[in-house]
């Protein structure tokens, strides 16, 4: 998985109620979704995103409720790419079954904001303005989901019948 | 080399002995589905053409976000719910006003020492309470647990922390769960199991177990599980259930990636401030912080414990001028309790307004949403920009008695000086 995008820069503890406020729930399209990405942030930093498909933060991106649209609405708007020096767990999960690409990686503080990034998220591989860089990819079976797409499109493993 | 609590409970799930990192795939002994998400597994369902539910004894669902549907798309979705239980046979439904799923899965003895329970809520860490592993997922998961049954899960490494004393007057469950989010950060626990034991749980309710174990995910952990002991027996007697067993804690040479200790002789009532959960102080650092809401209730604080330490702080006295105290009933049960003590009366004197059992406020959504430069003291867990349905508000975290001892002086107030003075 080769992704090559420009980079919107975010801070740490970048939480779900700021990525998408509770009460827009029952919006269940991530099209729709989409509009109400990072509202609380206001409709500059929302253009930023629909022109950024890569999204780097620091710590704990995605912390806070387990709401699945914190991923599914970055996917509407065409995000095709987190890079978090870590993330909280059930964000993470979200994102490898919805096959939203995350990468675990201390980048922030390589790279400037709108920069052009280009990432084998498989490899392990990110090639920066300021050289390339290695990280440690996901692990093999998590791989797997996000390269067919995400868990309802990975198949079942026939043998055993479970 | 011994287990943490949390390799044993995922060993039986997996049926086989696995170890911090594994991945496994296993179906929890119960998955629950709530109405803030319901509306997705019917997406799935439709989007992947599934029409069978592989355990339907294994689900639950719970009407608590939306209850009652405050808009004509939530009152959809709880008809959308409705279908789905009648149409794949689930008889677990939690209907509007029964209450919040953590809440009602542990006072209805449904949840036991040792499960393994998944929820599209972060909050489901609160089970730990009992010695139960609870950890939120997404609606994608919860679709293909109900289709298929088995969903992949890592073992978690584990975090030991030992809490010993009692907590004093004036202090509790919330302030000492506080005291360890400020120490440990939102980030202290990301992935891993946080195994609680020290003789603070030797005078430590289940319902303030809860509490301790809800604001676990605030540090992100997976998992935050108390020690099955004398207080887990006594609970579970009380549903006719002599069976509890502690096989399931952790084993004294089981592996911890750190250790941490606090004792409660150092701990004071906290407030959480804007705009994150471990933005944590001593309510005393937070003098002339004027308030307009309060609000007590949700998973984290909305038990008859947490509503009777509110009509200790209010009785006999009315809320300031000013301010409004919304009251929500963690559940029906805990309405019924509150009203059959007295401490309901004794909070509606006060100037309180109790609202329908469920999540409240709490998430932002209806039931108490703030206004522009408003600021509100919660029992709830969380403070994040928006939180509680405005971007330009301010929510700050306490006890119910820190709630309830703010409400009477439109300020954040330490509650021992309301408490001491009578």
């Known amino acids: 998985m080769q992704i090559k995008a420009h980079v919107l820069r975010v801070g740490d503890d970048i939480d779900t109620d700021v990525i998408f406020p509770a009460r827009y729930l029952s919006v269940l399209e991530p099209k729709e979704q989409a509009r109400y990405a990072f509202e609380p942030y206001g409709e500059s930093f929302q253009s930023r995103l629909t022109s950024s498909p890569a999204i780097v933060a620091g710590w704990n991106f995605g912390c806070g409720s387990s709401r699945e649209h914190a991923v599914t609405c970055l996917m509407g708007l065409g995000i095709q790419l987190v890079v978090a020096k870590s993330f909280s767990r059930i964000f993470f999960r979200n994102a490898v079954n919805n096959g939203l690409a995350v990468v675990v990686c201390d980048l922030a503080d390589r790279i400037q904001d709108d920069e052009l990034i280009s990432v084998n998220v498989a490899k392990g591989k990110a090639d920066l303005a300021g050289g390339s860089f290695q990280f440690t990819p996901l692990a093999p079976p998590l791989l797997n989901i996000l390269q067919h797409g995400g868990l309802w499109k990975t198949p079942r493993p026939s043998a055993g019948g479970q | ?422």
Request: hydrophobic fraction near 40%; aromatic fraction near 8%.
């Open chain 2, 1 to 422: 080399m011994g287990q943490t609590s949390a390799e044993k409970i995922m060993s039986r799930i997996a049926g086989r002995t696995v170890s911090a990192g594994d991945f496994i795939e296993g179906c929890p002994d119960f998955t629950f589905s709530l109405d803030d998400g319901i509306g997705l597994v019917d997406r799935y369902f439709r989007l992947y053409g599934i029409n069978k539910v592989r355990y339907p004894e294994r689900i639950a669902v719970f009407f608590d976000h939306y209850a009652p549907a405050d808009t004509p798309l939530h009152a959809n979705i709880h008809g959308i719910g409705r279908v789905l239980c009648r149409r794949f046979g689930i008889d677990k439904l939690f209907e509007v006003g029964d209450g919040i799923s953590h809440q009602v899965s542990i006072e209805s003895g449904l949840v036991r020492p040792g499960q393994f329970v998944t929820n599209t809520d972060s909050h489901t860490i609160t089970l730990g309470a009992v010695g139960a592993a609870g950890c939120g997922i997404g609606v994608a998961e919860m679709a293909y647990l109900w289709a298929h049954g088995v969903l992949w899960f890592q073992v978690p490494t584990a975090l030991r922390v030992v809490i010993n004393g009692r907590l004093t007057a004036g202090v509790y469950a919330k302030d000492l769960a506080l005291t360890i989010v400020q120490r440990l950060s939102a980030r202290g626990a990301i992935y891993q199991s946080i195994e609680y034991s020290g003789s603070v749980f030797d005078s430590l309710s289940i319902s303030e177990r809860m509490t301790l174990c809800n604001l676990g995910v605030e540090m992100g952990g997976k998992f935050a599980i108390a020690p099955i002991d004398a207080v887990t027996r006594a609970y579970y007697a009380h549903f006719s259930d002599q069976s509890v067993d502690d096989s399931t804690n952790a084993d004294s040479d089981a592996h911890y990636a750190a250790h941490y200790q606090f004792d409660t002789a150092a701990v004071v009532p906290m407030v959480s401030s804007p705009h994150s959960v471990d933005n944590v102080a001593p309510v005393t650092d937070l003098p002339n912080t004027e308030i307009h809401q309060a609000f007590l209730g949700t998973c984290t604080n909305g038990r008859l414990d947490d509503l009777q330490a509110a009509a200790a702080v209010l009785k006999g006295k009315r809320i300031a001028s000013g301010v409004r105290f919304i009251v929500t009933p963690a559940s029906r049960e805990v309405y019924k309790a509150a009203i059959e003590t007295g401490a309901l009366a004794t909070l509606v004197d006060a100037g309180c307004v109790i609202t329908t059992p469920g999540c409240g406020a709490c998430a932002g959504i209806h039931q108490g949403v703030l206004a522009e430069g408003e600021a509100c003291i919660a029992s709830s867990s969380r403070n994040f920009l928006g939180r509680m349905g405005n971007k330009d508000a301010r929510v700050f975290l306490g006890s119910p008695a820190t709630v309830a001892a703010s409400a009477l002086t439109g300020r954040i107030t330490d509650p021992r000086t309301i408490l001491n003075a009578t």
